[in-house]
């Protein structure tokens, strides 16, 4: 089969398109065609080394996944051939199949296509238990998302509507906010030209920011933090500026705030069933329109390279989706 291959640590040119073999599904383990892949910021820090768990290599990268059941191993007893599945796993997914335990194998949720399951699941399952499970989101909240014009950004916007929150998105760019403001945001802040601090008095009439959704870290943790309600709850989602920020522990003491982890990789293996709950309701809320994809473009598995070079220059808006099967896909 075909597959996207990395055979050292570091930039884009260690990685190329090769032929493998195609896995065998243990007793435990489902086989999938690979219909799509999503790619995410992620997949970047393990191609170069910086994530928190690196696979043996060489390897395969690309961890969001859809695609079709096409074997099952002889104990997997809630999968089938040709049920439409999505995985979310740290690797492996940028290939035209790939093996992966039952445990970490989902049904997509009923009429969602195979290609916007690639582009939605991980960012709104990252967004869902951000909000929900760390964040314990109330309607009349007020919440910050930075980097919100990115996949898990633009999640958090629409879930935030969805849960009944003042939703205030900010990101680098007019460009990018206006696309916040497409999906639904409430109020805009241009953290490269505005006062963070400043802008958000105004916004929140001195109140500040209940809920703080932070996927880029960096210059933007420090004026966030110091702009929490009282009783506020800042949620570490990423790290996407490469810089891991050093905060103030006095300032949570004088709020009266708390600073949340949001791991979903390991919620997701820790507390499956809440895992399963937060799928069915996802798919609730696109079965009924709530919620939507954002996918900014679509590459072909052979563009592959092309599409993780063209993300990390941030050159996509939305979500970039490499379509692995295009038959698949087609149906």
Known sequence: MKAVVCDRFGDMSHTGIREVKTPEPGDHEVLIGVAACGLNFPDLLILEGKYQFKPELPFIPGGEITGVVLETGRKVKDFYPGQEVFAIERWGGLAGEIVLPETRVFPLPGGMPLKEGASLMYNFSTALYALKNRGEARQGQVLLVSGASGGVGLAAIQLGKVYGLEVIAAAGSPENLVLCAAYGADHLLNYNEENIRERLKEITAMKG?????????????????????????????????????????????LKGADIRGVFWGKFSREEPLKQQQNVDEIGRYYSEGRIRACIGREYALDEAVQALEDFKERKIKGKAVVICNPALIAG
Do not use: C, H, M, Q
């Open 209 to 253: 920011a209940d809920l703080v959704l932070d996927t880029v870290g960096g210059r933007f943790a420090g004026p966030a933090v110091r702009s929490l309600a009282w009783a506020g709850k800042y949620l570490v989602t990423g790290f996407a500026s490469g810089e891991i920020p050093a905060v103030p522990l006095n300032l949570l003491l």
